[in-house]
């Protein structure tokens, strides 16, 4: 198993009897989240594939409010898959398929294989490029352009740099951190991840900022209990830290982002709702 996977419930997540595990920070970040993703899918249907689903609370939510959209979770880590399965059990919701392991570093995802679409309105990955080498970040950009439909979009959600600077002094201290615990990982910076994205045809359509993460709620859900060999604990104290609105002049928080891929040969037919989002 790839070892950039880390593990929810090993941090204090909390776990129901049917395996449902449950991310307090998907409470907090799923209404920002879906303000950005729900404004591309409005008047849309098709399939859309979150990899790295995690608890997959995101998916059930997100789902909750787009009945016209197939939702497909993926995982690579087992207790992650069952607690996808548990949440689409406990909800019904007809348009969340069964959740399919995906490893982004395996070569085209076995996505037929596997029965899911091969031609997505959209893939969302949220929380995985910080906490993985970079290898996993050109595997998700090749699959998108292999898989995303004309005119899908790629989401990725979590902290990034801007022209080789950290937005915030506490972003760099996090940066450290993350480096400190396995020297693959680290906050990605946008201008790498869009010139990965170029290199398979695909092109930043816009940046949206998301509400900062507490730096003191993940410093102490990092401190216990400590860190395992593969970092597993690291994502879920990450994930599960409080949000709140703050200044940008306070460093005492991680600021995060929403990215937005498109296919470069489709530019012309962008909408008015992405150029919204344009930069």
């Known amino acids: 198993m790839s070892q950039y996977v880390v593990e929810f419930g090993k941090a204090g997540a909390q776990s129901e009897p049917d395996g449902r595990l449950d991310a307090p920070a998907c409470h907090r970040n799923h209404k920002p989240i879906w303000s950005v993703l729900g404004e591309f899918l409005k008047g849309r249907s098709g399939h859309v594939l979150e990899v790295g689903s995690g608890t997959g609370q995101h998916i059930v939510e997100f789902a909750r409010q787009s009945p016209q959209i197939s939702w497909w979770p993926s995982d690579l880590n087992e207790k992650h898959l069952r607690s996808i399965a548990a949440w689409r059990a406990y909800k019904q919701l007809a348009n969340v398929k069964a959740p399919v392991r995906i490893d982004l570093l395996e070569d085209g995802w076995r996505l037929r294989e596997m029965g899911v679409p091969t031609e997505l309105l959209a893939i969302f990955c949220a929380n995985v490029l910080h906490i993985a080498p970079w290898p996993v970040a050109e595997g998700l950009m090749s699959g998108a352009a292999r898989y995303l439909a004309s005119g899908g979009h790629l989401f990725i959600y ?122």
């Open 158 to 279: 979590g902290p990034f740099m801007r022209e080789g600077k950290h937005t915030a002094a506490s972003n760099a201290e996090f940066d450290a951190s993350l480096k400190d615990a396995n020297p693959e990982w680290g906050v990605r910076d946008v201008g790498d991840l869009s010139a990965l994205a170029a290199s398979v045809n695909l092109r930043l359509a816009g940046i949206a900022e998301m509400p900062p993460i507490m730096r003191s709620s993940f410093l102490s859900a990092l401190r216990n209990p400590p860190l395992a060999e593969n970092g597993c604990e690291l994502r879920a104290a990450f994930l599960m830290a409080a949000r709140r609105r703050l200044s940008p002049r306070d460093h005492g928080a991680y600021q995060v982002f929403l990215l937005q891929y498109a296919h470069e040969q489709h530019a012309e037919h962008m909408d008015d709702r992405e150029r919204k989002h344009q930069i």
